[in-house]
């Protein structure tokens, strides 16, 4: 099967720009995940889809990021504006449902690194 | 209480050697816990996991060890070999989480020829 795709693989902008990336997940899976990978850090959440509904986004900085799976597949992530802070990758993961446990692996694509400068 | 401390940061081990990764955590309502395998420039991959009914799962080489009452867990690599050089990451999630994964801070192996 496919695995997880995103896009732009690589992204490099000013602080105080906005830019937005794109996660399709695997067909079939109702779940979609956006984590943020700081260098040397473990994945943080920032959001979660149940097909096009928001399950959790506490960890999302809503005043500057905002993310949408309007169809209940692909998803887009935007920064605006952005801030040095902002430096990481940017991962999306998928999983058939929204459970834990080894029935619901979740699965990664490469990620999107951005650069702010 | 959400966190999960991953120790150590960075290990080396000879080819042939146990490369051993340990993690803790805090909140007791944790009920699976994957370990993800990520290589430069890519995502994290799942490599194995266990739940917390038993206190060993073994997938070749790939070993974890669960220990309930000490809130505390580990990935044992046997035979370790460079392609297994990577950063390895614990991470937990419960049913009060939906599926949300706390992450460990990561560990980054060398694996020497």
């Known amino acids: 099967e496919a695995g997880v795709a995103q896009s732009p693989r690589y992204k490099i902008i000013e602080k105080r720009q906005s830019v937005a990336f794109w996660c399709n997940p695997i067909?079939?899976?109702?779940?979609l995940y956006w984590y943020q990978q700081i260098l040397g850090q473990g994945p943080k959440l920032l959001i979660q889809?149940?097909?096009?509904?928001?399950?959790?986004d506490s960890q999302l900085p809503k005043d500057r990021f905002s993310a949408e799976r309007l169809k209940g597949v692909d998803s887009t992530l935007k920064i605006q504006p952005a801030k040095l802070e902002d430096s990481a990758v940017y991962l999306c993961?998928?999983?058939?449902?929204?459970?834990?446990?080894?029935?619901?692996?979740?699965?990664f694509g490469d990620g999107t690194r951005l650069s702010i400068l | 209480q959400q966190q999960v401390k991953q120790s150590p940061q960075s290990l080396i081990v000879q080819k042939g050697g146990i490369s051993i990764i340990n993690c803790a955590y805090e909140?007791?309502?944790?009920?699976?816990f994957p370990w993800y395998q990520q290589f430069p420039g890519k995502g994290p991959a799942l490599l194995i996991a266990i739940r917390p009914d038993v206190s060993e799962k073994k997938e070749g080489r790939f070993t974890i060890s669960f220990n309930k009452s000490a809130k505390q867990f580990s990935l044992h690599i046997m035979d370790s070999q460079p392609g297994d050089s990577a950063t390895y990451f614990c991470a937990a999630s419960g049913w009060s989480n939906t599926g949300k994964l706390i992450f460990g801070q990561g560990t980054t192996l060398q694996v020497k020829p």
């Open positions: 909140n007791t309502a944790f009920d699976y």
């Open positions: 067909s079939g899976h109702a779940t």
């Open positions: 889809f149940q097909n096009n509904g928001v399950v959790d």
């Open positions: 993961a998928s999983s058939l449902g929204p459970g834990t446990g080894p029935n619901q692996p979740q699965h």
